[in-house]
């Protein structure tokens, strides 16, 4: 499956965005989502994930109450709404997919290019 994200950008410290991860070649609904991100010097941290029908989702702790993944199976796109943005948030954001296995680990089998987010404080 190829993945492509989009939605990144330069936003003010409480801002919001909105990534999309635009997805092909296979079926969208047979692949549990994530999202990850990479800050600079930093190792790839899991973001949020979520089920392949949609009815479960997960978060890491800082950015629970805040993000919202979310996925529309009929348009093969998966979304995260990031709201309360801090500069903490500040990274490179990949989408990425797989059949089955751990939601938390970045063992995923496809990923996305990337698409950078920056918070100014």
């Known amino acids: 499956v190829q993945l492509q994200a989009s939605g990144g950008g330069l936003v003010q410290a409480g801002g919001s965005l909105r990534l999309s991860c635009a997805a092909s070649?296979?079926?969208?609904?047979?692949?549990?989502m994530g999202w990850f991100r990479q800050a600079p010097g930093k190792e790839r941290e899991f973001v949020a994930a979520?089920?392949?029908?949609?009815?479960?989702?997960y978060y890491t702790d800082s950015v629970k109450g805040r993000f919202t993944v979310s996925r529309d199976n009929a348009n093969y796109t998966l979304y995260l709404q990031m709201n309360s943005l801090k500069p903490e948030d500040t990274a490179v954001y990949y989408c990425?997919?797989?059949?089955?296995?751990?939601?938390?680990?970045?063992?995923?089998?496809?990923w996305g290019q990337g698409t950078q987010v920056t918070v100014s404080s």
């Open positions: 990425a997919a797989r059949r089955a296995g751990s939601y938390y680990l970045a063992t995923y089998d496809y």
């Open positions: 070649g296979r079926t969208f609904s047979n692949y549990i």
């Open positions: 979520i089920s392949l029908s949609g009815g479960s989702t």
